[in-house]
DNA sequence: GAGTGGTCTAGACCACGAG
DNA sequence: TCGTGGTCTAGACCACTCA
């Protein structure tokens, strides 16, 4: 038993949600309710209860009350260095795909290589599960590099159908550098993904470039912390075999 | 200026901090001060105060106060395809290495692929930046794989001695799996890293197998998830160059 | 309007660390 | 012992959502 009376509710609760006497989608008892029911202040029980939105078990919603979140398994974005593939596995998600131009601001400028101004295209990907967001993904694109006609019903959480669209397109591809930060969510973040200000998200970052040293394409990908990996497979090149 | 209290508060500690008002290491004015300072209440100065802890910006410690964290800057996981390279990088950090050996539990059984109960040496890498603990990082090699001699003296913080010292020792390194997930971390990394409950962690796990597709190393590395990244850089073999 | 969560207050008592 | 942060209480008022 725990020490902490805000802990020992949020075991308990977890426990209940692990269970199932709180099913996913359905609705906590009410914070006052909370109350009564464990003898303790607001406080103790909001303690407990951010302390559950942060881990990712349910969504608070103002007005309606606090409610258990569906779980997805866990979210794997994959790649394998050996055959430069890109896969995001999981659960079964429903993705929201949306496309429109922008011109590149100070950031985008940089991070493209291009000049600030110029056109770039904006691919955004939204994934649900059971109407609980997952993920939120921006590809942009350079206009100078293609001018792509991708389908943007995209099937990929992560914007893989961009990447394919662009090798179809004889964007030849060289390199890509992949960047994995984690941080708290920004307001949009926070919002677009129905988690806490206190949740923290992995962001994957890819920079991709072709032979030329141009940059085709940037992917940022933002998830929920909690449940959520990425895996990077590689192979020990011949050279340091034989040096062993 | 935010319409809520605590977010203002907030704000307002977090640019003294970074315009040096309150100096690295320096002890931020007591709670008590705090609120008369503010005209708030303990709660909202402490919803602030551990704000400013989650972001990484200080270190709340009981009985002592609240100090302002020494920033290490952007600490990097290199990971580089082209020449299975792996290094970190950062501020210059002070590194403790120790050794034991320890029985496989069940977790070390499946994770190592070995018989429960086997031995495995156990090799604990923690950094510091100005006694700011910054990396723990754990490093286990089967015992059947290598009885190593490795200087627990240890540069790396990440425990690339190790992976270098397995490779001298003829072990034939021939694939790495890389997992990176953010996280809430557990009691013990909660206190070793001296960071909040709600401080999330950046973990990156990775396990290299041998041409016989043992396990040889497994590496378990937490950090902070503020200011730290892991990044991979992977060139796209030639075929599929060809077929663009 | 009724019920829900979001924010804030004033005050209490406990636990930790240093002199 | 004293000053610090850690936890908790009881109560207030506001903001959002829906019937």
């Known amino acids: 038993m725990a020490q902490n009376r805000h802990i020992h509710i949020a075991e308990d609760l977890r426990r209940q949600i692990a269970v199932g006497s709180f099913t996913p989608g359905s609705r906590l008892p009410s914070e006052a309710v909370l109350m009564e029911r464990y003898g303790a202040s607001r406080t103790t029980i909001r303690e407990a209860v951010v302390k559950l939105e942060n881990e990712g078990l349910i969504i608070r919603r103002h007005g309606l009350g ?36 922008v ?10 290589n291009i000049p600030l101004g110029s056109t770039v295209s904006v691919y955004t990907y939204k994934s649900h599960y059971m109407h609980d967001p997952c993920s ?10 293609a001018l792509l006609d991708v389908p943007v019903t995209g099937l990929s959480p992560t914007g ?6 662009l090798v ?26 129905r988690i806490g200000s206190g949740t923290a998200v992995l962001e994957i970052e890819r920079i991709t470039t072709d032979i030329d040293g141009q940059v085709v394409e940037l992917t ?20 340091e075999l034989e040096a062993a």
């Open 168 to 193: 179809k397109a004889h964007v030849r591809v060289a390199a890509t550098v992949t960047r994995i930060a984690s941080r708290l969510p920004v307001a949009e973040e926070s919002r677009e993904l």
């Open 220 to 239: 940022r990908i933002v998830l929920p912390g909690y449940g959520t990996e990425a895996v990077f497979t590689e192979q020990a090149p011949a050279r």
């Open 136 to 145: 939120l993904a921006r590809v942009y694109v350079p206009q100078t590099v």
């Open 66 to 101: 606090n409610f258990v979140r569906h779980a997805t398994g866990l979210i794997t974005y994959n790649i394998d260095g050996r055959r430069a593939a890109r896969s995001a596995v999981g659960a079964t998600l429903e993705v929201q795909a949306s496309h429109e131009t």
């Open 103 to 112: 011109q590149a601001d100070a950031g985008l400028s940089e991070r493209l």
């Open 160 to 165: 893989e159908d961009v990447r394919e669209a």
